[in-house]
């Protein structure tokens, strides 16, 4: 704004109107006046220039949007297929029943899990959490899902005692051979259904699985290197008889991670504490402090029996 | 809980790296970097791991501190030391079975020398933009959809690329 005289009256009006500067007698300083000519032009082109980018940045926006909405999907869809590959909630093969909870820290998880039925005397499962999480974590779960089927094929030419050891064995080095360079810790056992007794394996599980039966609730001993870390090892042959009525119960060890108390040794105590009053895993799972992101994957799985049929 | 921080130092043959706080799979890809860098180092006579300060290291981070043990396994004379003091993380080292490939103890028998940070293996804004247009490439060639609803983006990131490449 240019002016012959100063009049706050008008300056008011000016001020509310968008006034940028102002200037009195502008045709004594001319200078000044083409000065504040080129600001004016500059702060209009400036803010061209602003529209032009926001205008770009929403569309930028939008698109990147509508790209991780894709994505998203893709991985939903992902997490759908892992789902499927688990066994179906509740399932029982002769008296023991197997029931889980499972949840990714985002879509995909690197925590699996799986309850077969050998014959009619044993059955086969396994409780796996590989190293990360997300995709790259949960592709290995898919080659573990084959590589499990594809040895108990040959479940009749092996020992039951021996079949977790061997297998872990096996994993270890198609793991290693892959070049993947992803390892799992696991728990792998096969349940003699007629002598009631668990034969198991183990790859640096933990928290160790904890047997609960009338007696009270103590974890399985063991020990056994994680699988796809490191190149010809050997897996300890461990067994345990199971009473009649029992329960064992699995978790990955995300569920450390939501245990109030402040050393490892006193979680492992806490969470055998909450086991034993505990008789479903969701009794389990409503216990912890589990935030809207899980920090890792969250897996629990059961197994009871003989009862069940 | 104080974030992860990996430090290195290479003196007389010995490598040091020192893991503090809360190590986590961020981190490590300057482990993964470090574990082949190694394995190839001239004059590498030793290896040892501080982990006094870590409060956790997660699986990850632990598996690739296997992967430098058996990098440098048959090179050196002596098994890479692992110096551990807290409870939880030796229990952790224990249940991985790293007594087979580290020597474990409490306390060096030397304070290692001065540490400097580790770099961050950062990449420049060229490579990042270039490593963007390499999945959204793949992207596209996975499905024709993909395809349609990336080849405005590709467009701009190649454009801007070559922006880039003519200064």
Redesign the interface.
């Given at each position: 704004m240019v002016s012959e005289s100063r009049r706050d009256g008008d300056l008011h009006k000016a001020m509310d109107a968008g006034l940028i500067d102002y200037l009195v007698e502008p045709l004594a300083h001319a200078d000044i006046l083409r000065r504040l000519v080129c600001r004016a032009l500059d702060l209009d082109r400036l803010a061209r220039a602003h529209d032009e980018s926001r205008v770009e940045l929403q569309s930028?926006n939008d698109?990147l949007e509508?790209?991780l909405e894709?994505l998203r999907e893709d991985q939903r869809a992902g997490g759908h297929v892992q789902r499927k590959l688990l066994p179906p909630p509740g399932v029982t093969h002769r008296g023991v029943r197997c029931d889980y909870w499972f949840a990714p820290s985002l879509y995909l998880s690197g925590d699996f899990l799986d309850f077969q039925r050998c014959d009619e005397r044993y059955s086969f499962f396994y409780f796996a959490?590989v190293?990360?999480h997300g995709a790259s974590s949960a592709f290995v779960t898919v080659l573990l899902k084959y590589l499990c089927n594809r040895w108990l094929s040959q479940w009749r030419t092996l020992l039951p005692e021996a079949f977790p050891s061997r297998w872990l064995g096996e994993l270890n080095r198609e793991l290693l051979e892959t070049g993947i360079?992803?390892?799992a810790?696991i728990f792998a056992g096969v349940l003699d259904h007629e002598r009631h007794f668990l034969h198991y394996a183990l790859g640096?599980?933990?928290p160790m699985p904890i047997l609960v039966s009338e007696e009270g609730a103590s974890y399985l001993g063991g020990?056994?290197?994680?699988v796809g870390?490191?190149?010809d090892?050997e897996y300890p042959i461990y067994g345990c008889p199971l009473p009649e009525r029992f329960q064992l119960w699995f978790c990955s060890?995300g569920v450390l991670e939501c245990l109030p108390a402040a050393?490892?040794?006193a979680r492992l105590k806490e969470l055998e504490r909450r086991v034993t009053r505990c008789t479903r895993v969701d009794d389990l799972k409503d216990g912890l402090a589990l935030g809207d992101q899980l920090p890792d994957d969250l897996s629990m799985m059961t197994l009871s029996g003989f009862e069940h049929d | 809980m104080i974030e992860g921080r990996i430090k290195a130092a290479f003196d007389s043959g010995v490598f040091v790296l020192k893991l503090c706080g809360d190590v986590r799979l961020t981190l490590c890809a300057t482990l993964d970097a470090e574990a082949q860098r190694l394995a190839d180092l001239p004059g590498l006579r030793a290896v040892m791991v501080d982990l006094r300060e870590a409060t956790n290291v997660d699986s990850t981070a632990l598996g690739f501190l296997a992967k430098v043990a058996l990098a440098v396994r048959g090179r050196l004379e002596q098994p890479p030391t692992i110096v551990a003091e807290h409870p939880d993380v030796r229990r952790m080292l224990d249940v991985m079975g790293f007594a087979r490939y580290f020597t474990l103890v409490e306390a060096p028998l030397t304070e290692p020398a001065e540490l400097a940070e580790l770099p961050h293996v950062e990449a420049d804004e060229k490579a990042i933009q270039q490593r963007i247009l390499e999945a959204h490439r793949i992207l596209m060639h996975m499905s024709e959809h993909n395809r349609h609803e990336f080849q405005p983006l590709i467009e701009l990131l190649e454009s801007q690329h070559a922006k880039a490449s003519s200064h």
């Open positions: 930028l698109r509508r790209h894709i959490d190293a990360g360079g992803k390892h810790t640096a599980q933990l020990e056994g290197p994680p870390l490191f190149p090892v060890d050393s490892l040794d | -």
